[in-house]
């Protein structure tokens, strides 16, 4: 439940005889703390969305299809095995990755044991959003941990369950991967060569949470009062980001709330969506939520950890946009919803989030900078010039890509005017 009034619509504020707005250090605090209460809101509303019918039910079948097959391989027993050292070795390493899973609030205070996830399955009907989406870290928590420990590298899911468990990358990433542990790495692209994203350049570090101290830490501060509470700790609350993290570096020119870095998560969503698609494709079914929902399945993610406070609106969002699901560009809400979506009941709701969203107040299309007078930060779309151009070109400004995470990869630690003023003129922002 939020402390905020979302009953009433809102239109942008508006300056006259000024082509943007420039805000001095208390102001873009405030537009910071705004903005990040209005991209927590669009999660929970988000989350209503896949929470309701027709969606909720269609993904616990999905959901649902999983889980029976997981606990199907994790209750098998060694008797008559050709190589019995050899699965219960892998019995033993699926019980452990379960029992490591046992902080899911699906568990409902129950043990975290194979034989726990086989009964889970005849209770599908009582499934959160929220639930479906812990089963499906839990799902690629199992496949990812026996890969790695598999001499092959492959997961034995695709001989056991009929051998048609066949994850597949998604289209655009590199080239040659053959097993799962390779096909998981190709949902965390490369930075043009460089080192991955996940190594490199999402930086964070554990301990306390830290909520004062820059405009993006007070923006911190305000999504955690505004997230609900799932009895498990909110991820943003158990990380900071550190200074060379590419993600805070955007956070700071674009008055975003820190969070805890881009999210892996997302991409291990993507991959479990994909996977069941091609399982159930390949045995001849193709559950409603595949058939009805297509794409809009990788929005389950963004739509269950926002609100929950584990990751921020542009950390999903990134990991979709690398993906290809999407291409997010900052503040413009409705290019979150992912390409080639049928248009149906899902997406009307979905789409009208997001265009509420993009016409709140709160929606600040800012660029923030520090100069020898503090923080200060330019407003687009506002003034009395051109907003429309204005905000056309700001959207080319944060249209979020593997070039502009390289762009943002040279930014300085805290973004200096010098800076932030060549980055806007490449764009033709005033």
């Keep these: 439940m939020t402390i905020w009034d979302w009953s ?9 005889g000024k082509d943007m707005l420039q805000l001095n250090t208390l102001q873009t605090i405030q537009y910071a703390r705004e903005k990040a209460v209005l991209e927590t809101e669009i999660g929970r509303r988000m989350y209503t969305v896949f929470n309701s019918q027709p969606v909720i039910g269609e993904l616990r079948a999905l959901v649902r299809e999983a889980v029976v097959q997981l606990a199907a391989l994790a209750t098998r027993t060694t008797d008559g095995a050709a190589n019995k050292v050899s699965l219960g070795r892998e019995l033993f390493e699926i019980r452990d990755v379960i029992q490591k899973e046992s902080p ?23 499934w959160s959003a929220a639930d479906c989406s812990d089963l499906i870290r839990l799902f690629v928590s199992v496949i990812e941990r026996v890969s790695q420990e598999s001499g092959t590298g492959r997961y034995r899911f695709q001989a056991d369950a009929a051998g048609r468990m066949r994850p597949q990358a998604v289209q655009g990433t590199l ?3 053959q097993n799962v542990r390779d096909i998981q790495k190709a949902y965390r692209p490369d930075f043009a060569g460089q080192p991955h994203v996940w190594k490199d350049d999402r930086a964070r570090k554990g301990g306390p949470p830290i909520t004062t101290g820059t405009h993006t830490l007070d923006a911190r501060g305000s999504l955690l009062a505004t997230t609900r509470t799932s009895g498990a700790p909110k991820g943003i609350s158990r990380y900071r980001l550190e200074p060379r993290s590419t993600v805070r570096k955007i956070d ?6 820190e969070g805890a870095d881009i999210s892996g998560t997302t991409t291990d969503s993507i991959f479990f969506m994909e996977s069941i698609d091609s399982f159930l494709q390949a045995i001849g079914e193709l559950p409603g939520a595949v058939a ?8 389950l993610a963004p739509a269950t950890m926002v609100p929950l406070g584990h990751h921020t609106l542009l950390e999903t969002a990134l990991s979709l946009t690398l993906n290809g699901y999407v291409s997010y560009s900052i503040g413009f809400y409705s290019t979150l919803m992912p390409h080639n979506s049928p248009r149906n009941e899902a997406w009307a709701k979905l789409d009208g989030i997001f265009l509420w969203a993009e016409r709140h107040a709160w929606n600040h299309r800012m660029l923030c900078y520090y100069d020898h007078q503090g923080l200060k930060a330019y407003v687009y779309g506002v003034g009395g010039g051109n907003p429309r151009a204005e905000l056309a070109a700001f959207r080319a400004a944060a249209m979020t890509s ?8 040279t930014f300085p630690v805290m973004p200096d005017r010098r800076r932030v003023d060549e980055y806007k003129a490449d764009f033709g922002l005033p």
């Design 8 to 16: 009433h619509e809102t239109v942008p504020r508006r300056a006259k």
């Design 104 to 126: 899911l609030a699906v568990w409902r205070g129950r043990a975290a044991t194979p034989e726990t996830l086989a009964r889970m399955a005849g209770e599908s009907g009582t």
């Design 175 to 177: 080239p040659g991967y």
């Design 252 to 257: 700071l020119v674009f008055g975003l709330p």
């Design 292 to 299: 009805s929902l297509g794409p809009m399945l990788q929005l």
């Design 402 to 409: 593997l070039d502009f995470l390289w762009e943002f990869r």
